[in-house]
Antibody, heavy 116, light 108 residues
Framework: QGQLVQSGAEVKKPGASVKVSCKAS????????ISWVRQAPGQGLEWMGW????????NYAQKLQGRVTMTTDTSTSTVNMELRSLRSDDTAVYYC?????????WGQGTLVTVSS | EIVMTQSPATLSVSPGERATLSCRAS??????LAWYQQKPGQAPRLLIY???TRATGIPARFSGSGSGTEFTLTISSLQSEDFAVYYC??????????FGQGTKLEIK
């Protein structure tokens, strides 16, 4: 069974950037895409975007266009998500998940707190 | 963009009873519909995909049905560990994905 392990919690000031990593193991990394989903405190799930781990193609949620970048490193089976120009409403737990159509398993989540 | 609407927002059910959760899509998503369970402090877990296929290791008391725009998740006999928040999500003609807003299943 595969596994996704994410980087640790971050605290950032408004206007800064954050990069969260997601390292895959236990399956062929380039055979499946990865999606990022975030969840603000007490709120539901919000899809952020998707990356094709084979060729690096991406698709981002419209509301995050221009602020988010997802990249893949096949040498380390890792996907990175960078979010720029952080605002207080970007405070959330950020999850990566393997895409099989549905999202069949998820990372443990990374709390990003944006506060002055 | 397809909008997913779940009902009710909160459902109160006694252990051992049946729970029925609904999810509606703003346009047809065929059978490209998944259900997830999320407990406090945990990542979501895939329960159902293809509208009715249980994911690996999911107990048989969980069942999904529907196609097109109307979907249902049924938990036949609630166990204590089933009280959680449930989300539906479509993956038809994605991206983008869309999630429902969630149904909180609480103990009556």
């Amino acid at each position: 069974q595969g596994q996704l392990v994410q980087s640790g919690a971050e605290v950032k000031k408004p206007g800064a950037s954050v990069k969260v990593s997601c390292k895959a193991s236990g399956y062929t990394f380039t055979s499946y895409g990865i999606s990022w989903v975030r969840q603000a405190p007490g709120q539901g799930l919000e899809w952020m975007g998707w990356i094709n781990t084979y060729n690096g193609n991406t698709n981002y949620a419209q509301k995050l266009q221009g602020r988010v970048t997802m990249t893949t490193d096949t040498s380390t089976s890792t996907v990175n998500m960078e979010l720029r120009s952080l605002r207080s409403d970007d405070t959330a737990v950020y999850y990566c998940a393997r895409v099989v159509g549905a999202l069949d398993f998820w990372g443990q989540g990374t709390l990003v707190t944006v506060s002055s | 963009e397809i909008v997913m609407t779940q009902s009710p927002a909160t459902l109160s059910v006694s252990p051992g009873e049946r729970a029925t959760l609904s999810c509606r899509a703003s346009q047809s998503v065929s059978s490209d519909l998944a259900w997830y369970q999320q407990k406090p402090g945990q990542a979501p877990r895939l329960l159902i995909y293809g509208a009715s296929t249980r994911a690996t290791g999911i107990p048989a008391r969980f069942s999904g049905s529907g196609s097109g725009t109307e979907f249902t998740l049924t938990i036949s006999s609630l166990q204590s560990e089933d009280f959680a928040v449930y989300y539906c999500q479509h993956y038809n003609n994605w991206p983008p994905y869309s999630f429902g807003q969630g149904t909180k299943l609480e103990i009556k």
